[in-house]
């Protein structure tokens, strides 16, 4: 049957999950919940994104609550290691490009560069000074880090994602874990940590970035980007079984064991390649805006979903 407005389904769905997912923003707001968890367990800090509802999708005030719990698991001599996991049926769905909580607009006080606030300035002046700080900056700030860091992932690890996961000394992957970075779709060419040729090596790379295709935690595993992959159910005895064994080790040794690793990575050419490819990821978002309607080529979390399915 033809539907009077022209739409379909598969258009009415959309629509209605859009709806709830308003909804469901609203009472997120009117309960004050945070956007990140902490608890202690132990020696063992665990860190929890805490958007489920709209699959951990990373806005400015995630980002800083991240920063915030992770300078709190340093400052605490009775913090060995820490866990970040995201709560719901996802790690993380990337960055918020569409919820009710997106915050692109809203100044914050800047922690990971020397930079003047983007609200308020125009085009890529906006652009380079927000993502130099939210995204960029901060996950530099996070991998250097001196104690050791394990992401536990579990459903999509998409796109802003992977940069959470990245800067983790360790992956941890349930065995429905996939990953993907496909803002090419976007004419962008990859996310703004661009770790990808030092995590995945030249060729996945590529390939990752060329079709915007998911990988699975196996594929992960054997590109050596993921430590280890169990059953879902395991994933968090897992993690942790394997945060304890660290724990026990000298902090001091492990601080610099992880520095000694990080600044081998960079010495192969990860800080320079960042650098210049963060140029290119922003000449992409300045042609995008010139030639059509936004930086973003016009693509939103759901066309973005729909191109990859």
Same mark, same amino acid.
């Given at each position: 049957?033809?539907?009077? =407005?022209?739409?379909?389904?598969?258009?009415?769905?959309?629509?209605?999950?859009?709806a709830?997912r308003?909804?469901?923003? +609203?009472?997120?707001?009117?309960?004050g919940?945070?956007?990140?968890?902490?608890?202690?367990?132990?020696?063992?800090?665990l860190?929890?994104l805490?958007?489920? +509802?709209?699959?951990?999708?990373?806005?400015?005030?995630?980002?800083?609550? %991240?920063?915030?719990?992770?300078?709190?698991?340093? =400052?605490?001599?009775?913090?060995?290691?820490?866990?970040?996991?995201?709560?719901?049926?996802?790690?993380?769905?990337?960055?918020?490009?569409?919820?009710?909580?997106?915050?692109?607009?809203?100044?914050?006080?800047?922690?990971?560069? %020397? @930079? @003047?606030?983007?609200?308020?300035?125009?085009?890529?002046?906006?652009?380079?000074a927000?993502?130099?700080?939210?995204?960029?900056?901060?996950c530099? !700030? @996070?991998?250097?880090?001196?104690?050791?860091?394990?992401?536990?992932?579990?459903?999509?690890? %998409?796109?802003?994602?992977?940069?959470?996961? @990245?800067?983790?000394?360790?992956?941890?992957?349930?065995?429905?874990?996939?990953?993907?970075?496909?803002?090419?779709?976007?004419? %962008?060419?990859?996310?703004?940590?661009?770790?990808?040729?030092?995590?995945?090596?030249?060729?996945?790379?590529?390939?990752?970035l060329?079709?915007?295709?998911?990988?699975?935690?196996?594929r992960?595993?054997?590109a050596?980007?993921?430590?280890?992959?169990?059953?879902?159910?395991?994933?968090?005895?897992a993690?942790?079984?394997?945060?304890?064994?660290?724990?026990?080790?000298?902090?001091?040794?492990?601080?610099?064991?992880? !520095?000694?690793? =990080?600044?081998?990575?960079?010495?192969?050419?990860?800080?320079a390649?960042m650098?210049?490819?963060?140029?290119?990821? *922003?000449?992409? *978002?300045?042609?995008?805006?010139?030639?059509?309607?936004?930086?973003?080529?016009?693509?939103?979390a759901?066309?973005?979903? +729909?191109?990859?399915?």
């Amino acid at each position: 049957m033809t539907q009077a =407005n022209g739409d379909g389904p598969a258009e009415d769905a959309a629509r209605n999950e859009d709806a709830a997912r308003d909804e469901a923003a +609203r009472g997120e707001a009117a309960r004050g919940e945070e956007v990140v968890r902490y608890q202690a367990r132990g020696k063992v800090a665990l860190i929890t994104l805490n958007r489920p +509802r709209y699959r951990n999708a990373q806005n400015s005030a995630m980002t800083y609550a %991240i920063d915030a719990a992770f300078t709190r698991a340093v =400052n605490d001599d009775e913090i060995a290691v820490i866990v970040l996991a995201g709560a719901g049926e996802h790690f993380c769905a990337g960055h918020d490009i569409g919820t009710p909580g997106r915050d692109i607009d809203t100044s914050f006080d800047r922690q990971a560069v %020397i @930079w @003047w606030d983007h609200v308020g300035k125009q085009g890529a002046d906006a652009r380079y000074a927000r993502e130099m700080e939210v995204y960029l900056g901060m996950c530099r !700030r @996070w991998r250097e880090i001196p104690k050791p860091s394990i992401a536990m992932v579990h459903g999509a690890c %998409i796109a802003g994602g992977l940069m959470l996961a @990245w800067v983790c000394d360790l992956i941890v992957a349930a065995e429905d874990a996939f990953f993907a970075d496909p803002v090419v779709r976007m004419g %962008i060419p990859g996310v703004e940590y661009f770790a990808h040729p030092w995590v995945l090596g030249p060729r996945l790379a590529k390939e990752v970035l060329f079709t915007g295709e998911r990988f699975t935690a196996a594929r992960a595993y054997q590109a050596g980007m993921v430590n280890r992959v169990v059953p879902r159910a395991d994933l968090e005895a897992a993690t942790f079984a394997l945060a304890d064994k660290i724990a026990a080790m000298p902090p001091f040794g492990l601080a610099l064991a992880k !520095r000694a690793v =990080n600044q081998c990575e960079d010495q192969m050419g990860m800080r320079a390649g960042m650098d210049s490819v963060f140029g290119l990821h *922003h000449v992409a *978002h300045a042609h995008n805006a010139e030639v059509g309607t936004d930086s973003l080529a016009g693509m939103d979390a759901r066309s973005m979903k +729909r191109a990859s399915s």
